[in-house]
């Protein structure tokens, strides 16, 4: 591309942040990417936000709370989908069914009301409300169960909490709505009749077995992740260490990278270099430049360390980035010349070497590079610190 067309078609102060003009970009991937996620893949939770956030008018009262809340109880994912669908009013309830033309009776099959609502089924039918009455629930007059659906939820949501009721106690809420629902279809399709201490007795039982369940397997991820801890200190991951960071602020022109290369002797790395488009993509930028530093020092077998654990991510997950498409084409052509590559994380008090080189790279407000046994002389003040890391 010309840089008059450039010129002509973009503000100049811009220009810089083409990620083709930059000088480690040697080339450009074309490819759909969207802008309103880091990693540039659609997801249907981005385009729903967006598409809720363009809608002025409000028809009726917000669900999203509610439904939101749903996803955080600690309860199976099925459950966690029947109480969404719920309060989404996706529950097929003999009312919802007539008004979709799919029956004509919507009256209820255990009581005999006139009217089977979902609200009626998982709360207000005789059988169901029994259920709750037996359960570690309290049941305040006039306050819960209600006539509303969407009060009963928030009432096991957070309404329950004010009264003091304990989490232990609103545990075993799904299960008991789940059971109330499986109770209304066994009279409906069975005419087999349940009873009310049946039902919160399962509940009760499955809700406690699901718990027990989760702390077996909390165990043993935890022996996993134990075992995986010692392996990888047995293992050796080569003398040779390099922890990287990158220094990026949306109102700066300018961006640094740093990284501290632990050989045989210590050697330093600072770049000062025009501010890429988001963070992340300095800290890729990071870690590359440290690879290709390493190759020149002729070092093929390096474990790097990075404070940003989303980089990780994205070179296990290198297919699901396409924003980052140009910077790791040039990522697995330089991994192929490690014989020896491994990356993990550390917390930034870990990484303060490395942090300090990159605030100094982009602090100078200069396109440079430094890689030397010391840092530049500019940079005198801090070089006590760099030697007692």
Not at 356 to 369: N, P, Q, T, V, W
């Amino acid at each position: 591309m010309k840089m008059e067309k450039l010129l002509e078609l973009i503000d100049p102060t811009d220009i810089p942040l083409i990620t083709c003009l930059q000088p480690s970009r040697r080339f450009m991937v074309d490819d759909y990417v969207w802008s309103f996620t880091k990693s540039g893949q659609y997801s249907v939770r981005s385009g729903y936000a967006i598409a809720t956030s363009l809608c002025q008018e409000v028809v009726e009262p917000s669900l999203s709370k509610l439904k939101s809340q749903v996803w955080k109880l600690k309860s199976s994912r099925k459950l966690k989908h029947f109480l969404w669908q719920a309060i989404s009013g996706f529950v097929a309830a003999n009312s919802r069914l007539v008004e979709r033309h799919c029956g004509s009776d919507r009256s209820c099959p255990r009581c005999g009301d006139e009217l089977e609502s979902i609200n009626h089924i998982l709360f207000m039918c005789p059988p169901a409300l029994q259920v709750w009455a037996m359960s570690t629930i309290a049941n305040p007059p006039s306050v819960f169960p209600s006539t509303s659906l969407y009060a009963n939820f928030d009432y096991l949501f957070w309404g329950a909490k004010d009264l003091g009721v304990t989490e232990e106690q609103l545990e075993v809420f799904p299960w008991i709505i789940w059971y109330n629902w499986k109770a209304r279809n066994e009279k409906m399709f069975n005419n087999k009749d349940v009873s009310p201490a049946d039902t919160g007795n399962l509940a009760a039982a499955e809700a406690l077995a699901w718990r027990v369940a989760q702390m077996v397997e909390s165990f043993k991820e935890s022996d996993e992740e134990q075992s995986d801890v010692s392996e990888e200190e047995e293992e050796p991951l080569g003398a040779i260490r390099c922890q990287i960071d990158a220094s990026w602020d949306e109102k700066d022109g300018f961006a640094g990278l740093g990284f501290v290369l632990q050989s045989a002797e210590k050697i330093f790395g600072l770049q000062g270099i025009n501010r890429h488009l988001s963070v992340l993509h300095s800290e890729l930028e990071a870690l590359i430049w440290a690879m290709e530093s390493a190759i020149l020092q002729g070092l093929n077998s390096v474990h790097f360390e990075t404070d940003c654990v989303t980089i990780i991510k994205i070179i296990e997950e290198i297919d699901e980035w396409p924003s980052f498409a140009t910077e790791l084409d040039r990522f697995s052509e330089l991994r192929a010349k490690f014989f020896i590559f491994s990356i993990s994380y550390i917390p930034r008090t870990i990484n303060v070497c490395a942090d300090r080189l990159a605030k100094a790279g982009r602090a100078r407000g200069a396109i440079f590079s430094h890689v030397n046994l010391r840092v530049p002389e500019w940079l005198t003040l801090e070089t006590n610190l760099f030697e007692l890391e």
